[in-house]
């Protein structure tokens, strides 16, 4: 199986599966000399792990984590840093009905088809316990970008119908609630509706923005690496991302270059800066100074507690009944796996930016 690892220089490979001894990473290239908090690990693995509310699946993942090399006197070596977590609470009769069965919008039949076996207790490495390995690189990742000054942060926009108004936004209050949306009232109602959602044993969809500051002019390569098409290939590989759009995304269709070009100027530090940031921050897949934004869709995932019809590995027609546990919705979880691949995606281009001019 390929497609286990990412970045260039900054690179991370992902291993184990929901129903092994554990997951893991290697991050290749991390320079040495990194003073690393261990606790900014722990914190990002808590922000993603199951059961941490009433609006996330019951299931249990203990998030604790070894590292195995990589780091000495709390600093990085450059050596390879290899991360393990073990998996606890692995139900496995939980899934014993899927056995046979295809789960409807899963990835049981690709997945299957594709390899010949298919580990019908959790998805093998279709399984969203993967990204806690990539949450686990990125927080190291985030601790190299912390080390030019940039910083990061994701926050839940969009709830099935219910949008944030991004107008006079504190992100600072983003953690504040379960739904990590900086609006309180907005946050609110997003708690309400997924609530109601996960009573009727159904799931719904949402979006989650990011916000990247204090980013340097020259990220990003002009040709196939442009900065936006490695964040969006990185926020794609996310399970159950159905979008990826940065600054104007698709509402730029609308609008006429008048309006959406942005306007150079001066700020008061007499730095080049534009009036508005349709660009997202990017242009010709160069970041140009001003702040990232961009904007990633997740569909409402495929586990829903009601009978559907699929079909089973012998290719009959059968219900596959909705049991277990699921996450009514997973933009809550899924905001530190945001910021993690776009870390993993700063982090690479920073390293290789070094090397382009004397
Ligand atoms: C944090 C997180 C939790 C998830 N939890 C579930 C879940 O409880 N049930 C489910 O069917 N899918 C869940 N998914 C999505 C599946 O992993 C994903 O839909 C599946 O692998 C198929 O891939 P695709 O939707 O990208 O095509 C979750 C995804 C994320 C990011």
Redesign the pocket.
Known sequence: MGGNSFGTLFKITTYGESHGKGIGVVIDGCPSGLELDLSLIANDLER?KPGQSKIT?QRKEDESFEILSGIFEGKSTGTPISIFIPNKDQRSKDYSHLKDSYRPS??DYTYAEKYGNRDYRG?GR???RE?AARVAAGAIAKMLLAHYGINIIGFVSQVGSIILNHNNLDLGLTENNIVRCPDPKTAGEMINLIDKVRKTGDTIGGVISCKITNVPVGLGDPVFDKLHADLGKAMLS????KGFEYGSGFKSVSMKGSEHNDVFTKNKDDNIVTQTNFSGGIQGGISNGMPITFNVAF?P???ILKDQDSINTAGDTVTVSGKGR??PC?VP??VP?VEAMAALVLADHILRNKAVKI
């Open positions: 993603r699946t899963h990835a998805g279709s399984s969203a990204t996310i399970n159950a991302v569909k995932v495929a586990t699921h996450d997973v979880r899924a796996i």
